[in-house]
């Protein structure tokens, strides 16, 4: 082993015994300040008790406790049980002991969340794992009708959104502002969750709130979503089927989109992937009308249609993203 490895695992090795470390006297100071107050506890000092062994992975103290009375079915202030604390933070010997003391896997909160939507929120695949195949409802919503499909979509956990996707999550359920997983993946630039909805069955050319197609997010992604990402994101969905024209409810079309934002690397992969400048919106206005940007606006100008599909950055790029569609 080099010594450079040696470093890195003797500093791996280091940050392991001390989040143990840190655990253990986490369970020790929770099960002090139980026991100052044991003799004469009540139901809600013994379940506030069980509540900290679950987020902090006491699986001992937690036995001890519903040993002593403790429920599995006591509601924190959001109405969220033991089991729901121990899945998001990934505690799975505590999501087993939770279910097998009587845990109903589908509890929700007053938001509608359940434990298997904490675990997916908080990209812990191993509880998803652990929760799908003790029965877990992958499709009950949680806070704004957000499915744990779609929390796992906007986190980019393809890992996740696999598990989730083998055990019948639906891909097309969408939230209360009208954005479903697909939304979530395409405008974050995930690629590899776009792929896995698309093969999921999910239509490229689907409508969602406002009209916008995966593409239109696609175009006018998130801030921080890098140019190559973007790019790998539009190009899976034009080989899917994605129309590049479709227009929304206003009549703005992805192109318009990408050139209001001042996504200038956006603009020149549409143009060079087809898209039509000329295209007017529901106020008359066509792409170059929406420019701000005078980079954008020169990628705009007639007088590169000619030369963008053929410079050597494009050529280069465009190379890049089919061989990440389609790897050799």
């Known amino acids: 082993m080099s010594g450079y490895r040696k470093v890195i695992c003797s500093v791996l090795t280091a940050i392991c015994m001390n989040v143990e470390a840190h655990a253990e006297d986490s369970c020790l100071d929770i099960q002090r300040n139980y026991d100052l107050v044991k003799a004469e506890a009540v139901s809600v000092q013994t379940n506030a008790a069980l509540f900290a062994a679950a987020d902090s992975g006491c699986e001992d103290l937690a036995r001890g406790l519903i040993a002593a009375g403790a429920s599995v079915q006591a509601r924190d202030p959001r109405g969220a049980m033991p089991l729901t604390h121990a899945a998001r933070e990934g505690r799975l010997r505590l999501v087993a002991l939770f279910l097998a003391s009587g845990a109903p896997i589908n509890a929700r909160n007053v938001d509608g969340g359940t434990a298997l939507f904490a675990a997916a929120e908080h990209e812990k695949p191993s509880t998803v794992k652990l929760l799908l195949a003790k029965g877990a409802d992958p499709n009950l919503t ?151 940007s005078a980079e954008v606006r020169a990628k705009l100008s007639p007088s590169r249609s000619a030369t963008t599909a053929a410079s050597p950055r494009y050529r280069s790029r465009a190379r890049r993203y089919r061989n990440w569609i389609s790897p050799s």
């Open 142 to 292: 949680g806070r704004s009708g957000l499915t744990p499909l779609i929390a796992a979509a906007f986190a980019g956990n393809d890992r996740i959104v696999k598990e989730l996707l083998a055990h019948g999550a639906d891909p097309k359920i969408r939230d209360t502002t009208g954005k479903a997983a697909m939304t979530y993946a395409a405008g974050r630039g995930f690629g590899d969750v776009v792929q896995r909805l698309l093969d999921a069955g999910i239509d490229a050319r689907a409508r969602y709130g406002g009209d916008l197609t995966a593409l239109m997010w696609a175009a006018g992604h998130d801030e921080g979503v890098g140019a190559t990402a973007s790019g790998r994101v539009i190009d899976v969905l034009l080989g899917h089927g994605a129309a590049i024209d479709d227009a929304d409810d206003r009549s703005r079309t992805a192109l318009m989109i990408a050139v209001e934002l001042g996504y200038a690397d956006v603009v020149e992969l549409l143009l060079a992937r087809g898209a039509d400048r000329t295209k007017k919106d529901k106020q008359g206005k066509t792409a170059l009308d929406l420019a701000t």
